[in-house]
């Protein structure tokens, strides 16, 4: 099911009328719980962190509930490494993961004393020429091909832009070895939105094996294994919850078998299922519209919320305070001038009109964060209810002077 909002229409109402419409919405109080039932579904496995995919919300304060809760950082630009930093997160608290990374980020992670995740072995020699001393810890993204299935996001894992393949693991580790690391991790980071449960203890048996046949060939202990992020959210109806106590006490059994009494320490970077549920976009409808189809114009639009005009992502929308009246079919769109700006197409919605709330669920990954300027759209604001019932801005709107700061006249 998708998240349901937790506050009333009157109360909606009100803080419609104190920021003004659109806005990106967060619960304080479930993003702790989900952080806390993150936490606990892995509480057996050895030495377990969770890296917050920062890209999926990299707002300040968002990190900052999460880093409360113990969580690292997944990183993998200097803007999120900067953030990271001004809330005064560093060392290997942060794993960075980029990919076509240059000197100026290398050495950025470097600064900060990040966890380096090496995407391609043609990146070993850039980042030996960003830094004064190759560093100690070292980790390789591995692109497991087609050990693996992916999906539409990200895509199959033969035909992803990531990681080193199988072939690559034995000559990456043994040069990074040569350079002077002396402490190793293993990623991997195949797929997104995953909503079955097995998929994950299998990742973390391809990666155990890749830890043995480390141990055997090059005689590393590898001292921890990422799965990557990608543990799935009921963006849909009739989707199920994903089950990570499951997903927990599976990997804890794969570890042990494999290992016995010492294994490597399990970590996981998930962006979407944290925050994802805990978040909802608010707008209004600005007209109706009704030529050939239905329309809802609302005054957000696909510049506020990609996933659907990008992957043809379904969020869920409901209008409070109409659940029990008559529905008709409808596309619900922006105001960009391009075709694709529709947050539902064909959707069986209350009967609307002009100044209605909507709200579109489970926007909290990925939905402010992958907001854009195309068309002149200002990027939109954030708030956040937090645990005692008041709101917080947390980002304000952009403004017209935010816009042309960067034009040269
Ligand atoms: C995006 C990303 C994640 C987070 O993925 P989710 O599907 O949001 O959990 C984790 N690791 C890497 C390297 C990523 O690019």
């Excluded at 794993?95 to 995740?117: C, H, R, V």
């Excluded at 919320?305 to 043809?312: A, E, F, Q, S, V």
């Excluded at 604001?381 to 005692?388: A, F, G, P, S, T």
Aim: net charge neutral.
């Amino acid at each position: 099911m998708p998240s349901a909002l937790p506050i009333s229409l009157e109360k909606l109402e009100e803080i419609a009328q104190k920021y003004g419409t659109p806005f990106h919405l967060y619960d304080e109080k479930i993003i702790k719980n989900r952080a806390q039932k993150l936490k606990n579904a892995f509480k057996k496995t050895n030495g377990f962190r969770q890296y917050f995919a920062v890209k999926g919300n990299p707002n300040p304060q968002i990190l900052k509930i999460f880093s409360a809760e113990g969580f690292g950082m997944d990183t993998s630009s200097i803007a999120e490494l900067e953030l990271c930093k001004r809330i005064g997160i560093s060392g290997e608290n942060i794993m960075f993961s980029s990919n076509g990374t240059s000197i100026l980020d290398f050495q950025k992670a470097y600064e900060l004393g990040a966890i380096i995740n090496i995407d391609d072995i043609s990146l070993i020699d850039i980042l030996r020429e960003a830094v004064p001393k190759f560093p100690e810890l070292i980790c390789f993204r591995i692109n497991p091909g087609n050990l693996k299935k992916g999906n539409e996001i990200i895509g199959n894992p033969i035909e992803a832009k990531f990681g080193i393949t199988m072939d690559q693991i034995l000559p990456a580790y043994r040069k990074a070895q040569e350079l002077g690391a002396k402490r190793f991790g293993i990623h991997t980071m195949t797929g997104s939105n995953m909503l079955d449960e097995q998929y994950f203890p299998e990742t973390a048996i391809l990666l155990s094996n890749i830890a043995l046949q480390l141990q055997k060939e090059l005689g590393i202990t590898v001292e921890f294994i990422n799965i990557g992020g990608g543990f799935g959210i009921p963006y849909r109806p009739n989707d199920h919850d994903l089950d990570i106590e499951k997903i927990g006490s599976d990997i804890e059994k794969v570890l042990h078998t494999t290992f016995g009494e010492n294994p490597p320490k399990l970590f996981t970077e998930s962006g979407r299922w944290p925050i994802g549920p805990a978040g909802w976009l608010v707008t209004r409808v600005n007209n109706k519209k009704e030529i050939y189809k239905k329309y809802a114009v609302m005054d957000a639009c696909m510049a506020d919320l990609m996933r659907p005009g990008m992957y043809g992502a379904y969020h869920h929308i409901t209008v409070p305070g109409k659940e029990n009246e008559n529905t008709e079919k409808i596309d619900v769109v922006g105001s960009l001038c391009e075709n694709n700006d529709k947050f539902a197409i064909d959707r069986e919605l209350p009967k609307l009109e002009r100044g209605d709330l909507l709200v579109i669920h489970d926007t909290g990954a990925h939905g402010r964060a992958m907001c854009f300027n195309y068309n002149g759209k200002l990027r939109t604001q954030e708030v956040l209810l937090q645990e005692d019932g008041t709101t917080r801005l947390i980002r304000r709107k952009e403004t017209l002077e935010d816009y042309f700061a960067t034009l040269l006249f």
